[in-house]
């Protein structure tokens, strides 16, 4: 019986191959719940990017003119080659503003490479083409367009006339063919840096200056700084000072354009910005209107997002006052030309 009783009970024999197949339930366990996350990621990711096609969609249809019956020759699409087009911001605040383009850019794009040439013109600067009266560079849109009324075209039909005649404007002044041109008004600008949960930039003089007739109320101290909205348009839009100590000048203003532009590309880029990109779209479908059909307008959405301000060559026309013009560099001007020609090289 001692020998007996010394034997393993046959129970006990049979618990050994069971506490040997616990280990692989939980690699299976480890396994399956891996599995379920990663296809949670994915259904999540999938929700986010659904999400995004529409405010894009939605983004387009508010943006682009309705002229998809134009057909894009093959390899001439934004996607295929260079594309130039002109920028206009409105002062369109509910207290005042018109048609007149205090922000006049005209900006390269070359596909390839994922880069861009950006030109800022001041808005006082006396432009002279051929084939049109010689004027400030901000009063051609609003020109343009009283012209349009006043030879019988409807509204819509007389702002695309507006943007036609501008890009002619600025491709005889460069030198290119700008073939698109864009409005944005200054809401859409402070739109875009509250979507993004506002910008960081160093504010370089103290900047005070209010005006009652259209509800101006700049207000910024100097330093480096984080600003919402309002106050990012504050910082692009300053020139002069009630006391008329700090004054600034439109080749400040197209500097400080160019140092938003750069922050707010940055942040687009980074991976904080992500879950923004929505309201960000949405923003800018609410402000800008382009004469580019909506086909294109996404291709450029998808080729170009994700630029950084590295890939973006900022050149700021300079010139000298002499009233009520700015006299613009020539070599200034013939660099900004060639700069614009060699982006839009193929």
Same mark, same amino acid.
């Given at each position: 019986?001692?020998?007996?009783?010394? =034997?393993?009970?046959?129970?006990?024999?049979?618990?050994?191959?069971?506490?040997?197949?616990?280990?692989?339930?939980?690699?299976?366990?480890?396994?399956?719940? *891996?599995?379920?996350? $990663?296809?949670? =990621?994915?259904?999540?990711? @999938?929700?986010?990017?659904?999400?995004?096609?529409?405010?894009?969609?939605? %983004?387009?249809?508010?943006? !682009?003119?309705?002229?998809?019956?134009?057909?894009?020759?093959?390899?001439?699409?934004?996607?295929?080659?260079?594309?130039?087009?002109?920028?206009?911001?409105?002062?369109?605040?509910?207290?005042?503003?018109?048609?007149?383009?205090?922000?006049?850019?005209? @900006?390269?794009?070359?596909?390839?490479?994922?880069?861009?040439?950006?030109? #800022? $013109?001041?808005?006082?600067?006396?432009?002279?083409?051929? !084939? +049109?009266?010689?004027?400030? &560079?901000?009063?051609? /849109?609003?020109?343009?367009?009283?012209? @349009?009324?006043?030879?019988?075209?409807?509204?819509?039909?007389?702002? @695309?006339?507006?943007?036609?005649?501008?890009?002619?404007?600025?491709?005889?002044?460069?030198? $290119?063919?700008?073939? /698109?041109? &864009?409005?944005?008004?200054?809401?859409?600008?402070?739109?875009?840096?509250? %979507?993004?949960?506002?910008?960081?930039?160093?504010?370089?003089?103290?900047?005070?200056?209010?005006?009652?007739?259209?509800?101006?109320?700049?207000?910024?101290?100097?330093?480096?700084?984080?600003?919402?909205?309002?106050?990012?348009?504050?910082?692009?839009?300053?020139?002069?000072?009630?006391?008329?100590?700090?004054?600034?000048?439109? *080749?400040?203003?197209?500097?400080?354009?160019?140092?938003? $532009?750069?922050?707010?590309?940055?942040?687009?880029?980074?991976?904080?910005?992500?879950?923004?990109?929505?309201?960000?779209?949405?923003?800018?479908?609410?402000?800008?209107?382009?004469?580019?059909?909506? !086909?294109?307008?996404?291709?450029?959405?998808?080729?170009?997002? !994700?630029? #950084?301000?590295?890939?973006?060559?900022?050149?700021?026309?300079?010139?000298?006052?002499?009233?009520? +013009?700015?006299?613009?560099?020539?070599?200034? =001007?013939?660099?900004?030309?060639?700069?614009?020609?060699?982006?839009?090289?193929?």
């Amino acid at each position: 019986m001692s020998q007996g009783s010394a =034997l393993p009970p046959r129970s006990g024999g049979r618990q050994t191959p069971k506490q040997k197949k616990q280990k692989p339930r939980k690699k299976r366990s480890f396994l399956k719940m *891996f599995f379920f996350t $990663i296809f949670g =990621l994915l259904l999540i990711t @999938a929700g986010i990017l659904a999400y995004l096609v529409l405010k894009i969609d939605d %983004a387009v249809e508010t943006i !682009g003119v309705d002229n998809d019956t134009v057909v894009i020759p093959a390899g001439e699409s934004v996607k295929d080659k260079p594309v130039a087009l002109v920028l206009m911001g409105l002062d369109s605040r509910s207290h005042g503003g018109g048609l007149n383009t205090d922000v006049i850019m005209v @900006a390269a794009f070359k596909p390839n490479t994922k880069t861009a040439t950006v030109v #800022s $013109i001041p808005r006082d600067s006396k432009i002279d083409v051929e !084939g +049109y009266r010689e004027r400030k &560079a901000n009063s051609f /849109y609003a020109d343009f367009y009283s012209m @349009a009324l006043k030879n019988g075209l409807e509204k819509e039909a007389a702002y @695309a006339d507006a943007k036609q005649e501008v890009r002619t404007v600025m491709s005889k002044l460069f030198g $290119i063919e700008v073939k /698109y041109a &864009a409005v944005i008004n200054f809401q859409g600008f402070a739109d875009v840096v509250d %979507a993004l949960g506002g910008v960081e930039v160093d504010v370089d003089m103290r900047m005070k200056y209010t005006d009652s007739q259209d509800g101006t109320n700049i207000d910024l101290q100097k330093g480096f700084q984080k600003l919402n909205g309002d106050q990012a348009l504050d910082f692009v839009r300053y020139r002069k000072s009630n006391d008329g100590k700090n004054m600034s000048s439109d *080749f400040d203003r197209n500097r400080r354009q160019s140092e938003v $532009i750069g922050a707010l590309t940055d942040k687009m880029k980074s991976l904080g910005a992500a879950p923004k990109i929505g309201n960000v779209i949405e923003a800018v479908g609410n402000n800008l209107t382009m004469d580019m059909p909506k !086909g294109e307008i996404t291709s450029m959405m998808k080729i170009y997002f !994700g630029m #950084s301000r590295s890939d973006i060559t900022f050149i700021p026309l300079e010139g000298s006052w002499r009233s009520p +013009y700015v006299y613009l560099d020539e070599t200034k =001007l013939d660099e900004a030309r060639a700069a614009l020609q060699a982006n839009m090289a193929e």
